[in-house]
């Protein structure tokens, strides 16, 4: 078996006509190509090979979930036949950001939308068949281990289903603040006095499989009609058409400690990995953005032997398509522990690109959420852009790099009329970053 496999592995380098494709090759049988590229480069190379549709390759991937399958299948030209599976992580369906409630009821265009309040815990999926769970998080990571509480309470369902939703610090019928359920992540040991402490919820929002039935194609409505015969803690909804209704459930949410608002198409089918207008978003009257850390270095002070400041980017483009690159808009050192910031000591020089003096240049992996006061035009900076005050919410274990925001984003928030920054003459430049002109 062995020697089947070396001579298979000889014959592929024996075709490649240039380094490049050696290259490549070897990075596909070593997973190695680049965080959210390698999908789809691999998805429109088998349909390039067999001559089948990127389109019918993509739907078979995500119905079964194995690449190697679907190449099979679309050899013998059975792409048709790919059925659903469960227990692999399928990519979450994403909501578009809106500023305002007149902004959102401009995007809805005369529709009324179902509203449910956006909760702040961890975005999860559940797989569900006979007595075996899985829990996925949105970097398709197993996080079940984590929350036995959670898969004692799903254990409990009558049914074969795949729940997409949220697990929630959740105490007394409650959500908790986020915090608490920090206080369960990364340990190896859930104690006792740990699930005491800090007990946890899955909140479900979405049913996309139950009992047989592939629900993904089925309008909105009608899954959550079924999700209510689950059994299962669910977010409510109302149906709403006016930006004062918006308003006043948004201030609803808030008032419950929630993050802000959900508003749902209740025609829309669900469509894996796509911000589209079907589901928006109204979390703050002050976004955040999710950024990458693109570099790391030494603090001072107490912190002159930690890595705690932190310079981070979006990214130019779609991350999936060829040339998007990470540009740089801000470094932040505020807002993590002196846990975290001895976990990131750790992981950075591990991921690191190359060092120059106390500055690691680091491979793009972590994904933090960065708070700040306005953005301002800069010549500093490859992106035109940079954050002022910016600090850190918290860290996005949650998110892929890929899933950090586009610089089109930063545009639309530069050009916001709450953006006081774009009127704020700069007396002084600002402070240097790491890497200026990335």
């Given at each position: 078996m062995q020697e089947n496999k070396r001579l298979i592995v000889a014959d592929v380098f024996s075709r490649c006509r240039t380094p490049r494709?050696?290259?490549?090759?070897?990075?596909i049988i070593f997973g190695d190509l680049r965080t959210g590229v390698q999908d789809g480069v691999l998805q429109a190379a088998v349909a390039q090979a067999f001559?089948?549709?990127?389109?019918?390759?993509?739907?078979?991937?995500?119905?079964?979930?194995?690449?190697?399958?679907?190449?099979?299948?679309?050899?013998?030209?059975?792409?048709?036949?790919?059925?659903?599976?469960?227990?692999?992580?399928?990519?979450?369906?994403l909501a578009s950001p809106q500023e305002t409630p007149a902004d959102a009821v401009a995007t809805m265009a005369g529709r009324t939308f179902f509203a449910e309040d956006k909760l702040d815990g961890i975005r999860a999926q559940v797989h569900k068949q006979g007595d075996r769970i899985a829990i996925y998080t949105r970097t398709m990571d197993r996080t079940d281990a984590s929350f036995p509480d959670v898969v004692a309470v799903l254990s409990k369902l009558d049914?074969?289903?795949?729940?997409?939703?949220?697990?929630?610090?959740?105490?007394d019928g409650k959500v908790q603040p986020f915090a608490s359920i920090q206080k369960r992540l990364g340990r190896k040991v859930l104690t006792s006095n740990v699930l005491r402490d800090h007990p946890?919820?899955?909140?479900?929002?979405?049913?996309?499989?139950?009992?047989?039935?592939?629900?993904?194609?089925?309008?909105?409505?009608?899954?959550?009609?079924?999700?209510?015969?689950?059994?299962?803690?669910?977010?409510?909804e109302?149906?709403?058409?006016?930006?004062?209704?918006?308003?006043?459930?948004?201030?609803?949410?808030?008032?419950?400690?929630?993050?802000?608002?959900?508003?749902?198409d209740p025609d829309s089918?669900?469509?894996?990995?796509?911000?589209?207008?079907?589901?928006?978003?109204?979390?703050?009257?002050?976004?955040?953005?999710?950024?990458?850390?693109?570099?790391?270095?030494?603090?001072?002070?107490?912190?002159?032997?930690?890595?705690?400041?932190?310079?981070?980017?979006?990214?130019?483009?779609?991350?999936?398509?060829?040339?998007?690159m990470l540009v740089?808009?801000?470094?932040?050192?505020?807002?993590?522990?002196?846990?975290?910031?001895?976990?990131?000591?750790?992981?950075?020089?591990?991921?690191?690109?190359?060092?120059?003096?106390?500055?690691f240049l680091v491979k793009p992996q972590v994904v933090l959420e960065i708070?700040?006061?306005?953005?301002?035009?800069?010549?500093?900076?490859?992106?035109?852009?940079?954050?002022r005050f910016p600090r850190i919410k918290r860290i996005r274990t949650d998110k892929k790099p890929e899933d950090a925001d586009r610089i089109e984003r930063v545009k639309e928030l530069y050009e916001h009329t709450h953006n006081f920054g774009r009127s704020i003459a700069e007396k002084k430049p600002p402070e240097a970053t790491l890497f200026d002109g990335m």
């Open positions: 494709e050696a290259a490549y090759a070897a990075k001559g089948r549709t990127l389109a019918d390759v993509q739907r078979a991937q995500l119905l079964v979930g194995d690449l190697d399958e679907v190449a099979l299948l679309a050899r013998h030209d059975r792409l048709a036949d790919a059925a659903f599976k469960l227990f692999h992580p399928i990519q979450f369906m049914r074969d289903v795949l729940l997409d939703g949220e697990i929630v610090p959740y105490r946890a919820a899955f909140i479900a929002f979405d049913l996309l499989y139950d009992n047989g039935d592939t629900l993904l194609d089925v309008p909105l409505r009608e899954r959550r009609a079924r999700l209510a015969t689950i059994g299962v803690l669910k977010t409510n109302i149906e709403l058409a006016t930006a004062e209704q918006i308003e006043q459930a948004f201030a609803a949410a808030r008032d419950s400690r929630n993050e802000g608002l959900v508003l749902k089918t669900y469509t894996p990995g796509r911000r589209g207008k079907a589901w928006l978003k109204i979390k703050t009257h002050l976004p955040t953005l999710d950024c990458v850390v693109t570099a790391a270095e030494y603090g001072h002070g107490k912190r002159r032997n930690s890595l705690s400041d932190y310079t981070f980017a979006v990214w130019d483009g779609d991350p999936s398509l060829p040339g998007s740089n808009v801000g470094k932040a050192f505020s807002g993590v522990t002196d846990e975290e910031i001895a976990a990131f000591t750790e992981l950075f020089p591990k991921i690191a690109l190359n060092q120059t003096g106390r500055v708070a700040f006061d306005q953005i301002q035009e800069s010549k500093r900076h490859a992106s035109g852009y940079a954050l």
